[in-house]
Nanobody
């Protein structure tokens, strides 16, 4: 299984970006998915997750009310709409496929990871 993340780039503070993550093949029929990020010199941190059916979502406090996660199962794709960006959102963003149907904030609950896409937010 390969995950290809895209959509990163340079944005100004207050701006928006939309990340996409395509899974190379259909995973089992009930996998949650998530987004994590890693800023320079910092540990990887949870950003957002979504359950298989898309009805359940989870956000870190730092992005809640600014980011929105969604998915299109028919396209094996998960999205992360990022609004009101802040310089502290600057990081490499990684998408991941969960071991089960629920997306969680625990990195160890994910089995496949993408290569990451860089988001840089200027002030």
């Amino acid at each position: 299984v390969q995950l290809q993340a895209s959509g990163g780039g340079l944005a100004q503070a207050g701006g928006s970006l939309r990340l996409s993550c395509v899974v190379s093949r259909r995973t089992s029929s009930n996998n949650g998915m998530g987004w994590f990020r890693q800023a320079p010199g910092k540990e990887r941190e949870f950003v957002s997750a979504i359950n298989w059916r898309g009805g359940g979502t989870l956000y870190s406090d730092s992005v809640k009310d600014r980011f929105t996660i969604s998915r299109e199962n028919a396209k094996n794709t998960v999205y992360l709409q990022m609004n009101s960006l802040k310089p502290e959102d600057t990081a490499v963003y990684y998408c991941a496929v969960a071991r089960g149907s629920v997306g969680s904030s625990a990195a160890e609950s994910y089995q496949y990871w993408g290569q990451g896409t860089l988001v840089t937010v200027s002030s």
